[in-house]
C-alpha cells in the first residue's frame, strides 16, 4: 500500500473511533445528532476538519511558511484576547473565545510551530551561537507565557517542547542542549511557587492519587479503575460502569482514553496506540524524506507535537505522569484540538505525495 493512502487510513480510522468514543461518553447523545450533543458537535468539526485537510494535500502551502510572522502575530494577540475577554470554567480558568468555541492555544502550536520552522532554516548559519538561543527562547515564550497565564500549564509546556526540538533537529550543539535541559530541570521545582492551588494539587494527585482518592486524587482513581475494569476484552459499547454512570471525570476530553479501555478493553487500548504509533512514525519517515529544509523542520516538529501530546494524555489516564489538560489527538472531544490536527495531517499527506512523485521520477 503506498504510504499516502497508508497514511490517510490511520488518520481516517482515529477520527471515527474518536466519534465512536465521544458518543459513548455524551451526556446528551439521547438528543439526537445536531449542535446541542457533544458527538454531533464532534462530526460537524471532522467535515470542518477533513475540508482543511483537502485543502492542504491539494494545494501548496509554502506561502504559510512565507507569512509565518504573520500566524505568529495573530496567535499573540489571539492569546492576549483570551487573557482580557476570555471565557472561564469551572477552574477560573480563561481559554476560550467567542462562547467557548474557539480555544486560540490550539492554534498557537500550529503557528509556533511554522514561525520556528521557518525562523531556524532562514538563520541555519546560526544555530551553535547563543544569540539564536536566546532570540528563539524568546519568540517562543511570548505565547507560552500568554498561555501559562489563562492557565494553561500543560500547552504551555507543549509550546517549550516544540522550542527545544526545534533547536535539537537544528542540530544545536548537544553540550549545550544538555546544559540548558539540566538548567530547566534545576529551576522547574520553582514553578511549584506560581502555580495555581488546583494545579498543586494535580501534582500531588500524581505522585500519591489514593491519599485522596475522593478529592485531588479523584480523577486518576477512576482513570484506573476505568482501565482496569475494561480487561482484556472490555465492557462493550455503551457498556461499564465507571464511564455511564458518570463517575469518570472529563470523559470526552481528558480521560477519554481511560472511557475507551473501559468499553474496548486491553486489546482496544492496544489498537488505538498502534493507530498512533503508525501516524508517528508515517510523518516521521516523511520528514526524512523531505528535502526541503523548512518542510523537514514543520514535519519533524509535528511529528513531535503529536507524540508528546499522545504520550502525556495517555500517561496521565494511566497515572504516570501528571494531569495536564492535553488533549488526546482526533479522539478528544473538541474543534480546536481536532481542526489543527487535521490541517497539519493533509500538509504532511502532500508532503507524502511530493515525496513518492520525487522518487519515481528517479527511477524513469
Not at 29 to 51: M, T, Y
Not at 158 to 179: I, S
Not at 191 to 220: C, E, H, T
Request: glycine share 10%; charged share 15%.
Amino acid at each position: 500500500m503506498r504510504r499516502e493512502y497508508l497514511f490517510v487510513l490511520v488518520t481516517l480510522c482515529l477520527c471515527i473511533l474518536g466519534i465512536v468514543a465521544v458518543y459513548s461518553v455524551d451526556p446528551l447523545r439521547d438528543e439526537g445528532f445536531g449542535p446541542k450533543s457533544f458527538f454531533g458537535r464532534q462530526i460537524l468539526w471532522n467535515v470542518v476538519g477533513w475540508a482543511l485537510f483537502l485543502l492542504f494535500r491539494f494545494f501548496d502551502f509554502q506561502w504559510l511558511f512565507r507569512r509565518s510572522w504573520l500566524w505568529y502575530l495573530l496567535s499573540v494577540f489571539s492569546l492576549g484576547a483570551v487573557l482580557v475577554f476570555g471565557e472561564s470554567d469551572e477552574t477560573g480558568a480563561k481559554r476560550w473565545l467567542f462562547s467557548r468555541s474557539v480555544q486560540p492555544s490550539e492554534f498557537a502550536k500550529l503557528a509556533l510551530l511554522f514561525f520556528l520552522s521557518s525562523y531556524l532554516s532562514t538563520n541555519r548559519d546560526e544555530l551553535d551561537f547563543w544569540s539564536l538561543l536566546v532570540k528563539s527562547a524568546f519568540f517562543a515564550a511570548v505565547p507560552a507565557l500568554l498561555v501559562f497565564l489563562q492557565p494553561d500549564l500543560g500547552t504551555a509546556l507543549v509550546l517549550g517542547v516544540l522550542w527545544f526540538g526545534a533547536l535539537f533537529l537544528g542540530g544545536w550543539h548537544r553540550r549545550k542542549l544538555g546544559l540548558l535541559l539540566g538548567l530547566v530541570a534545576g529551576l522547574s521545582p520553582l514553578s511549584w511557587f506560581i502555580m495555581k492551588d488546583y494545579q498543586r494539587k494535580r501534582v500531588l494527585a500524581f505522585l500519591d492519587p489514593w491519599q485522596d482518592p475522593l478529592g485531588s486524587g479523584y480523577n486518576v482513581v477512576q482513570s484506573q479503575i476505568a482501565i482496569g475494569s475494561g480487561g482484556v476484552l472490555g465492557q462493550g459499547w455503551l457498556s461499564g460502569k465507571q464511564t455511564q454512570l458518570r463517575f469518570l471525570p472529563a470523559r470526552y476530553t481528558d480521560f477519554i482514553f481511560a472511557a475507551f479501555c473501559e468499553q474496548f478493553g486491553f486489546v482496544g487500548g492496544m489498537v488505538l496506540l498502534t493507530l498512533f504509533i503508525l501516524f508517528f512514525w508515517i510523518v516521521l519517515e516523511t520528514a526524512q524524506r523531505v528535502g526541503n529544509l523548512e518542510e523537514r523542520f514543520f514535519a519533524s516538529l509535528f511529528g513531535i507535537l503529536f507524540l508528546f501530546q499522545v504520550g502525556i494524555n495517555v500517561g496521565m489516564n494511566l497515572g504516570i505522569a501528571p494531569v495536564t489538560g492535553i488533549p488526546l489527538p482526533f479522539v478528544s472531544y473538541g474543534g480546536s484540538s481536532l481542526l489543527v490536527h487535521l490541517a497539519g495531517a493533509g500538509m504532511i499527506a502532500r508532503l507524502i505525495w511530493r515525496t513518492e512523485q520525487e522518487e519515481r521520477e528517479r527511477w524513469i
